[in-house]
């Protein structure tokens, strides 16, 4: 028998599609580590340095993966690189399982101080994605976009837009370094992520609250008034 999929049955699978495309680096980054370092310290008794050292080994896969895969390295997936094998040697070098912790609060560190110093430039580096959530590819909002880029208001929500975004993981940065060195190591590696989690969220709620939606509404009401 042959089967003809419905219009919502069809537009469901690019959905499911997407969703597993997002939430795969998520679970490979977050709750892989996570379920490894508890499985091997908790179940197996293996030390907090080994367990955090072979968690860690599996978002540098990811990201490796991910390199010969699309046959590129960009700025971001070397850095997430970089910053992991650091750390895994940091930490089997000096003993300090700590160091592992610690290692994740740099890599937030990094990136939201690059995103605060581009907020001060002409290109701010959050721009081009907000960009495309905002116009969709839409020509006229496409177009919008391009007559208010020269507008000081407009050029303003931008920048404030990547400064929020690097001050929500500036915070998260501080907040993790200094669990890193007061609480217990099998609490932080939990905690770690909702530090993140939450930085995350606070970044969504104010900077769309205070950069993206503003923009969105100016490119809305110049859009309708080209038409």
């Known amino acids: 028998m042959t089967q003809t999929l419905t219009a919502?049955?069809?537009?469901?699978?690019?959905r499911r599609s997407n969703l597993g495309t997002m939430l795969t680096p998520l679970a490979l980054d977050v709750a892989a580590?996570?379920?490894c370092y508890y499985l091997l310290h908790g179940a197996f008794g293996t030390s907090e340095v080994a367990a955090l050292g072979v968690s860690g080994?599996?978002?540098?896969?990811?990201?490796?993966?991910?390199?010969?895969?699309?046959r590129s390295l960009n700025g971001l997936a070397g850095l997430t690189l970089a910053v992991n094998v650091a750390g895994i040697a940091l930490?089997?070098?000096?003993?300090?399982?700590?160091?592992?912790?610690a290692k994740d609060s740099a890599l937030s560190g990094v990136i939201s101080l690059f995103m605060m110093l581009s907020a001060f430039t002409a290109r701010p580096v959050m721009t081009p994605g907000m960009r495309a959530f905002i116009t969709r590819g839409n020509a006229v909002r496409e177009a919008a976009w391009e007559r208010l880029a020269?507008?000081?208001?407009?050029?303003?929500?931008?920048?404030?837009?990547?400064?929020?975004?690097g001050g929500a993981l500036l915070a998260d940065c501080v907040a993790r370094?200094?669990?890193?060195?007061?609480?217990?190591?099998?609490?932080?590696?939990?905690?770690?992520?909702?530090?993140?989690?939450?930085?995350?969220?606070?970044?969504?709620l104010v900077a769309g609250a205070f950069g993206s939606g503003p923009i969105m509404t100016m490119v809305g009401i110049e859009a309708r008034d080209a038409r």
């Open 8 to 14: 919502p049955a069809r537009a469901e699978q690019p």
């Open 150 to 165: 020269g507008s000081a208001r407009f050029r303003r929500a931008e920048r404030r837009f990547t400064g929020i975004w």
């Open 33 to 35: 580590p996570m379920a």
């Open 91 to 101: 930490s089997f070098v000096t003993g300090d399982a700590r160091m592992m912790i």
């Open 57 to 70: 080994v599996i978002p540098a896969v990811r990201v490796v993966a991910g390199i010969v895969r699309d």
């Open 177 to 204: 370094l200094i669990g890193a060195f007061t609480l217990p190591v099998s609490t932080m590696v939990w905690l770690s992520n909702v530090l993140l989690i939450a930085a995350l969220a606070v970044g969504l």
